[in-house]
């Protein structure tokens, strides 16, 4: 969705588009299912919110957000009724200036980029927000009114508007608004549950991990996951053995060995369970082509998969396939709309931190949760190849890829040496992200042009097999020859444009400098292109690359 605003230079717009009073809530459970970004209010009373397994009590003035998908659970206590609105908006980013004799105005494209996390938690504001809020509620026109003074109405949409970017600026200065960090403990237990989920794992073993007791441990997991330790341990058991239903011949008795289950009998008794279908029912489902896609969308189509339909935010951030998604249905929360449309969706394990979300696409069709991001491009697509029926899809794409790759770096033989160096960046405010092969389009770098690393992100990047997080004092020590710089969001929500991204890059070669790479080479490119990169988005970002190495040391080597 695009917006234009005639002089407006705001880096972030937002746009209230809603207000709707919850009406009901008492001693009976009331369901909201969320469409659009949202904040839930609370004026008045106490109650507890539910999302997922995470309970949160909360009274008077409380303000929770929430993102298209989630489903949301309201009691107040004792039966009393709770004063509470939903607030629904929208968020738009700068996109473009245009200039004109007559008139200058700027383009915004809608961004869900820069809204908080589901579930972040105001409580108890400032008295001037509490003000704000209630400014704000009190412009939203009343159905039984009808404003016949049109002026007067677009006066109060400016202020409804301005007021709510007052209080998203006041939510992102929080400083954990936007980065809702894991208790460490609960992160080393999730990690030891998404590893050993194959072994005998007790409440005791994780909590002496994580050094609570039992009783505290269960409490903070929940708090922080939104799933109960064993809800947890067997949502991953049950997703591998998905992945071994559909991409291998083992009998249910030896899947459930390999899961951590005593038996197929009684793996089969909690598969139908968790799932509402036997595990042959499912196995059935590898060759449909009936698939929702809430990421790996590029890796489908390059198995010649086209999904039926693909989630609204993400088709906002894959411009490389902005062609190839323009004729899939686009789903942007109402999930609704697809029932009895597909008969799989595909989702990336990061919606683990999403259990609402889960268990409302649950009701629609079968979920597959794959890992994200934790292999290179092309074992990511073989596997999903092995999962879908599609081996001989994906071992012809992959050919065609390397093929692709072996064109370019003759291209660029003549021109980068063999030794040279390479790395990836991505800059957000004033931290530098440094990723591996397994994303932004790294191993096209590695994988594809046969640069090389630097030794410091060899040793602290790749062995680690994890992207790391420096500041601008430390880059120096992580310089390169090449230097792929991606100007991007940032968490609390201010996106570099690319003049921004220029100007950064000219004041950061003194860091270039010190860091000995004075002579290095450096390459802006969008994140729009870059967020994915899987199957078709590789090899298009492969070209990007290329291109730019090419046209650069061109430009240089010329009279």
């Not at 396939?321 to 697809?338: F, W």
């Not at 597959?368 to 934790?374: C, I, N, P, R, T």
């Not at 991505?426 to 090389?452: H, K, P, Q, T």
């Amino acid at each position: 969705m695009r917006l234009l605003w005639v002089k407006t230079m705001e880096e972030i717009i937002y746009r209230m588009s809603s207000c709707s009073t919850l009406d009901g809530v008492t001693a009976h459970l009331q369901f909201v299912n969320i469409q659009a970004p949202s904040i839930v209010a609370s004026l008045a009373g106490e109650g507890t919110l539910l999302i997922g397994s995470r309970s949160i009590a909360f009274s008077n003035v409380s303000l929770f957000f929430f993102r298209p998908g989630d489903s949301v659970q309201l009691l107040s206590v004792e039966g009393q009724p709770l004063v509470m609105y939903l607030i629904e908006y929208e968020a738009y980013r700068l996109k473009e200036v245009q200039l004109a004799s007559y008139e200058d105005s700027v383009i915004y494209d809608r961004d869900r980029n820069c809204i908080p996390l589901s579930g972040y938690m105001v409580s108890k504001p400032s008295l001037d927000i509490i003000v704000l809020l209630e400014k704000l509620l009190l412009l939203q026109p009343s159905p039984l009114k009808v404003q016949a003074d049109q002026e007067n109405t677009a006066i109060h949409k400016f202020e409804k508007h301005q007021l709510l970017a007052k209080l998203m600026k006041w939510v992102a200065e929080q400083s954990e608004a936007m980065n809702m960090l894991l208790e460490p403990s609960v992160s080393a237990a999730k990690h030891y549950i998404e590893k050993n989920y194959m072994t005998d794992i007790s409440r005791q073993q994780l909590a002496q991990l994580s050094g609570f007791n039992d009783s505290y441990f269960s409490t903070i997991f929940v708090k922080e996951t939104g799933w109960s330790y064993s809800e947890y341990l067997n949502r991953i058991r049950m997703d591998r053995a998905k992945e071994r239903l559909l991409g291998s011949s083992l009998t249910l008795q030896e899947i459930a060995e390999h899961v951590g289950y005593a038996s197929g009998e009684y793996f089969s008794r909690k598969f139908k369970q968790q799932t509402g279908m036997t595990p042959g029912a499912f196995r059935s489902l590898r060759s449909t082509q009936r698939i929702a896609s809430f990421q790996f969308a590029g890796q489908l189509l390059a198995l010649g998969v086209q999904p039926v339909a693909v989630d609204a935010e993400l088709a906002s951030y894959t411009d490389q396939l902005l062609h190839e998604l323009q004729a899939i249905e686009q789903v942007d929360g109402d999930y609704d709309q697809l029932r009895g449309k597909v008969d799989l969706i595909i989702v990336p394990s990061y919606f683990y931190n999403i259990p609402g979300k889960i268990s409302r696409l649950e009701l629609i069709a079968p979920l597959l949760v794959l890992d994200w991001s934790k292999q290179d491009p092309i074992s990511e697509l073989r596997f999903l190849g092995s999962l879908l029926d599609r081996e001989k899809q994906a071992e012809a794409w992959i050919k065609s890829y390397f093929e692709h790759a072996q064109k370019y770096r003759l291209q660029l033989q003549t021109l980068v040496d063999e030794k040279q160096t390479a790395a990836l960046y991505e800059v957000r405010d004033d931290m530098i992200y440094i990723w591996d092969i397994a994303s932004r389009g790294a191993f096209n770098l590695y994988g594809a042009l046969n640069l090389l690393p630097p030794q410091s992100i060899a040793s602290k990047v790749w062995q680690a097999g994890q992207f790391i997080q420096i500041s601008e004092e430390e880059f120096p020590q992580y310089t390169a020859d090449h230097m792929f710089i991606i100007y991007a969001g940032s968490a609390n929500g201010h996106l570099q444009r690319e003049d921004a991204a220029i100007e950064w890059l000219e004041n950061f070669k003194k860091c270039i400098a010190l860091g000995g790479c004075s002579n290095s080479r450096t390459y802006l490119l969008d994140l729009k292109y870059f967020w994915c990169s899987g199957g078709i988005s590789l090899d298009r970002q492969l070209s990007i690359i290329t291109e730019k190495i090419y046209g650069l040391l061109i430009a240089n080597n010329s009279p």
